[in-house]
């Protein structure tokens, strides 16, 4: 079975191509459900109508797809909490300059 860790590390490469960051640390990622050989993620888009959301939705399938032990893929995509820059990690906030 896959752990949550692996899954989050492989995210990592998902970069938002406005910002320049990957899709973990912009704090895109709200959860991992891992059930068997079942993957749900719950993530979020800085905003609603942002014009990468297909690319991060695709790319998060795509990439935790590739993983070893599995199967199914579930993606859900929610606007509660709202995303914000608070939610960034620190690493990301100093490379854009936020502090």
């Not at 109508?49 to 993983?67: D, E, F, I, M």
């Not at 509660?80 to 620190?90: G, I, R």
């Amino acid at each position: 079975m896959v752990s949550e860790e692996t899954v989050l590390e492989n995210l990592k490469q998902i970069i938002d191509p406005e910002v320049g960051i990957n899709i973990v640390d912009m704090g895109l990622i709200y959860g991992v459900d891992i059930n068997d050989e079942t993957v749900g993620i719950t993530m979020t888009l800085t905003s609603p109508a942002c014009p990468a959301g297909g690319q991060l939705v695709n790319g998060t399938q795509h990439v935790t797809q590739q993983l070893e032990g599995v199967d199914e893929v579930n993606i859900d995509v929610v606007w509660t909490p709202p995303w914000s820059p608070e939610m960034m990690t620190d690493d990301a906030k100093d490379e854009l300059g936020i502090f």
